[in-house]
């Protein structure tokens, strides 16, 4: 994939996140692909979408870039958003590895944020 395609790649993806449409997310998905948060078990990205679409309804996901890296491309990324349940504002980046088919769709991806931050945001703790 050209660096080019890449970029295109990870801009329309942040613009799917920021749908409101959990099925548009999973568009950029190769059929029995997933997409494991954290270390976590791989997951179809049509249920990761809808879990973060649920928790941030106002989410706004940003590229913040895209480079490739030898078999994989790193998407960085940051989400800002309120959370549903506690009405916290959340700022946190992070980025996924995706490895990418012949057809230009994610095969897999592995997200990374900083979870210890992200809880602290969502439960409204103030920084140590």
């Not at 080019?4 to 449409?21: F, G, I, P, Q, V």
């Not at 931050?117 to 703790?125: F, I, L, P, S, W």
Request: with cysteine.
């Amino acid at each position: 994939m050209t660096r080019d395609a890449l970029k295109d790649l990870a801009t329309h993806y942040a613009e799917a996140w920021c749908s409101r449409n959990p099925k548009k997310v999973a568009a950029f998905f190769a059929e029995n692909a997933s997409l494991a948060v954290n270390g976590g078990s791989p997951t179809p990205a049509l249920k990761v979408a809808r879990g973060f679409m649920r928790d941030f309804p106002d989410m706004i996901v940003t590229c913040d870039k895209v480079e490739p890296l030898e078999d994989r491309a790193a998407f960085h990324w940051t989400l800002t958003g309120t959370h549903a349940e506690t009405g916290n504002q959340l700022r946190i980046s992070g980025y996924e590895l995706w490895k990418i088919d012949n057809a230009g769709l994610i095969a897999e991806s592995s997200g990374h944020f900083d979870a210890a931050d992200y809880e602290r945001q969502v439960k409204g703790t103030p920084p140590l």
